[in-house]
């Protein structure tokens, strides 16, 4: 209903505001038909088809473009109209269209002395899909006084443009010659130039910052960055791969149940260690073979390595934020939780994607190496609170398939069963000092991502 009554109320205003259409004028017979894609996206560099025939004399034109009856960027001031022409006119979608809703593209040709045709076009709306950037090409080393180049390739929706203004940075300072407006594809690289102007302070402070945003007053996405400073911090933060070896020939199976042939693997084979099938039974593990190839293989099979791949926590809240911003993880909600295994640190971040700032940062214990906690984004999905015969755990944050955030387990006299802390020691579960994880459970909301990297 509500998307025939907005065709209705756009059939109104076009009548309304173009009461007049006469199809001839100074002895010229004049047609125009449109086409246009039937969906589009917030800000996309958008082109519709205009075929026109004049069977008369050459005349003087122009086309405008409107979105539900308001006069957009787009279309062509002036040009002649001899006999039969066919013209793309470009024009950026707006933003803040409903998505709910179908929208008017109307084509106005003005040609002559006052003569007016229009063909209407209807189309819906999609927000903004993902754009990011990545470098393609980076200078193996900063040499001072030495100019540099840099490749950087966009990720667009596919099969869409976007109009972009682009500058670069070097420690601040905007690059002469860099700024531009760009129309960005999926796959699309500029080389950009940097002269040895940029390069003649001490080369460890160098900083090299890519930036994209919107194209004039269309605020599709906000502002997009890449810098070369970012690249050395995420390298700095690693996964945590545990090494193991196979002690005997055996089979891959596609199933923890040992059921469905993958493949053999030959003993001494290396492996990295991935999952049990289950703590309890602990009959299978998963593996990821050389060949990048995951399986299930018997768990007696595999010989797991017993190293502590902790290391020290030195990153800055600058660095954190650098990480999770340049992964561009996002949020159901105003938080973002990363628990970074390789350093057994919890942060906890505010805003939103793009935009994240660590707020706090605790010391957990994650899952050891034979129950690892595994690598993924996943979701904070309810509160809640463990009690069995052995231990009590309160609060428990569940994530997903058994797998949470909570404190340390304590008897039921209130006695820490296991202080480790800063350490891999639990069966899979993020454990946390009962004060920290008590100000996670009461600020963080359900529906928060979590990321365990």
């Known amino acids: 209903m509500k998307k025939i009554t907005s065709v209705l109320l756009c059939a109104i205003m076009i009548f309304a505001s173009f009461s007049c259409v006469p199809a001839y004028a100074e002895g010229a017979s004049v047609q125009l038909s449109t086409a246009l894609a039937p969906s589009l996206m917030e800000g996309e560099l958008a082109s519709v088809t205009c075929e026109i025939s004049n069977s008369g004399a050459s ?106 203004d682009a500058s670069a940075f070097v420690r601040g300072e905007n690059v002469a010659g860099t700024s531009k407006e760009l129309i960005i594809k999926d796959g699309m690289q500029e080389i950009v130039y940097v002269n040895e102007s940029y390069n003649q302070s001490d080369p460890s402070d160098f900083d090299f910052v890519y930036k994209i945003n919107s194209s004039g007053k269309n605020p599709a996405f906000g502002e997009i960055s890449i810098s070369s400073r970012n690249e050395e911090i995420r390298k700095k933060i690693t996964p945590v791969i545990l090494p193991a070896t196979i002690s005997y020939r055996t089979n891959g199976y596609s199933y923890a149940s040992l059921k469905g042939y993958v493949t053999t693997i030959e003993a001494g084979a290396q492996v990295e260690y991935l999952n049990p099938d289950n703590h309890n039974s602990m009959s299978a593990a998963k593996v990821k073979l050389a060949s990048g190839l995951v399986c299930w293989v018997p768990m007696r099979a595999v010989n797991l390595t017993k190293q502590n791949f902790t290391i020290a926590d030195t990153l800055t809240d600058f660095e954190r934020e650098v990480f999770v911003n340049a992964s561009g993880y996002s949020s159901k909600t105003p938080y973002l939780i990363w628990v970074n295994k390789q350093r057994q640190r919890l942060t906890v971040f505010l805003d939103s994607k793009g935009n994240w700032r660590a707020i706090n940062t605790f010391p957990v214990a994650t899952g050891k190496n034979a129950t690892p906690t595994p690598t993924v984004v996943c979701e904070y999905i309810y509160k809640t609170r463990w009690v069995t015969d052995e231990y009590i755990c309160d609060p428990v944050l569940a994530l997903y398939d058994g797998y949470a955030i909570h404190n340390q387990p304590e008897s039921h006299s209130g006695r820490v069963i296991d202080s480790t802390m800063g350490n891999p020691a639990s069966a899979g579960c993020i454990r946390m000092l009962k004060e920290d994880v008590s100000w996670v459970h009461y600020y963080v909301p359900v529906g928060t991502t979590v990321v365990l990297y």
């Open 59 to 164: 005349v003087s034109a122009c086309i405008e473009l409107y979105i539900d009856g308001n006069r957009i960027e787009g279309g062509c001031e002036n040009f002649v109209l001899s006999s039969q022409c066919s013209e793309n006119f470009d024009f950026t979608v707006p933003s803040g269209l409903d998505t709910e809703f179908l929208h008017t593209l109307l084509v106005l040709l003005r040609y002559g002395s006052g003569s007016e045709l229009y063909s209407a076009n209807i189309f819906t709306v999609q927000k903004t899909g993902e754009i990011s950037m990545k470098f393609s090409s980076m200078p193996l080393g900063v040499t001072q006084g030495w100019a540099l180049y840099y490749g950087v390739e966009f990720e667009a929706p596919k099969g869409k443009a976007f109009k972009v």
